[in-house]
């Protein structure tokens, strides 16, 4: 069976225009993307626009015992599908992705020669089924004269600390460029482990911490259910960047305060999988082997740098290795992100330049 993409009323809702700013009524956007068939259970999700092109997200489900992180499930053909508006009457561009349990099911589609500083809406399908609707928008052209951009800043979203009221709210304003996550998008912990003043809101899953590629990869998915970060993914394109909840507490290049070798083994396997599950889980523009920090335009008026504060830095200073706070040596960017850094501020035209760190 299809889906119907949106009903009348949310139609007409989503057509409202003032002064010509297309709004986008939280409600209209929930009711198709986070309500989305079984096959579409994690929601779908967008990011790192730029001025042609945006970066598409799902996770499909092809049969029921396909689920994240269990390794199994058939290889599936997933369409994607771009349009000018939520009816899909004026489809801009068409594509498919094969994705399958080398890759948790996930798909990611990097869509290019749209428009600069446009709405578009689009869906994914898998055999006839659709996911729900979404919203995304693309950056302005480089050599834009943009008066304002308004984003929304988000981080450390913790399952078992509470609900998501502020993914909500967000939501619902309906009049943002795009969401800016600097980081703790989900927690490792295990169940009880780091709730809030002791109280554990809601159990994460698994029940134990996050070692290995199937743990975080279920923990990824298990985020993706909430049904306020649903509805914030499908109402703006994101801009994302990790932190150390994303792997384990206070990581850095070569361990984390919460990594123990002698029982969760190498932190260079962890750390790996961790990076996998993330890249696939995450609608973030970055190559399996290469670095996530990036630069991402908007007009002439911003250049917004994000980085990665995690996988190069130094051992935080404590007890056993106090006098290391005193060596040259130590870093946070490390090395090559730091001239990264400085050779893009340097050479940079924008009124603003940004810098998306924790």
């Not at 308004?150 to 993914?167: I, K, L, M, P, T």
């Not at 150390?244 to 999988?273: K, L, V």
């Not at 908007?298 to 056993?320: C, I, K, N, P, W």
């Amino acid at each position: 069976m299809t889906t119907s993409p949106l009903d009348r009323r949310s139609f007409l809702r989503l057509s409202a225009a003032a002064g010509g700013v297309l709004l986008v009524p939280a409600a209209a956007v929930r009711a198709s993307a986070a309500t989305g068939p079984p096959e579409f259970a994690h929601g779908v999700a967008s990011g790192d626009p730029l001025p042609d092109g945006i970066l598409l997200w799902t996770r499909v489900t092809p049969e029921p015992g396909a689920v994240p992180g269990s390794g199994v499930g058939p290889s599936s053909e997933v369409t994607w599908e771009v349009a000018a508006d939520p009816g899909f009457a004026a489809i801009v561009a068409t594509g498919s992705v094969h994705t399958g349990p080398e890759r948790d099911h996930t798909v990611k589609a990097d869509v290019r020669g749209l428009r600069p500083a446009t709405v578009y809406w689009y869906r994914f399908g898998l055999g006839g089924v659709y996911s729900g609707v979404a919203r995304t928008k693309t950056a302005p052209a480089e050599s834009a004269d943009v008066a304002g951009l308004r984003f929304g800043v988000v981080s450390c979203s913790n399952w078992q600390g509470g609900y998501f009221g502020a993914y909500r709210h967000l939501a619902a304003r309906g009049d943002l460029d795009a969401i800016v996550h600097l980081g703790d998008y989900l927690y490792e912990y295990g169940v009880g482990e780091f709730g809030a003043r002791g109280v554990t809101v809601r159990p994460h899953d698994p029940a134990t911490e996050a070692v290995h590629l199937a743990g975080y990869r279920r923990r990824h998915a298990q985020y993706k259910t909430d049904p306020d970060l649903q509805d914030l993914h499908a109402a703006y394109p994101w801009i994302v960047t990790w932190d150390d909840h994303e792997s384990a507490n206070d990581a850095w290049s070569g361990g984390a305060q919460n990594h123990q070798p002698d029982t969760e083994g190498r932190w260079a396997d962890r750390i790996a999988a961790a990076r996998q599950a993330y890249l696939e889980w995450m609608p973030i523009r970055a190559a399996e082997d290469g670095p996530i920090y990036r630069r991402l335009r908007f007009g002439s008026l911003a250049e917004l740098s994000m980085l990665d504060l995690r996988s190069y830095r130094s051992q935080q200073v404590g007890a056993t290795n106090g006098s290391a706070v005193d060596d040259p040596k130590r870093t946070i960017a490390g090395p090559a992100q730091l001239g990264w850094l400085k050779d893009g501020l340097a050479a940079s035209r924008s009124r603003w330049n940004l810098v998306g760190n924790r």
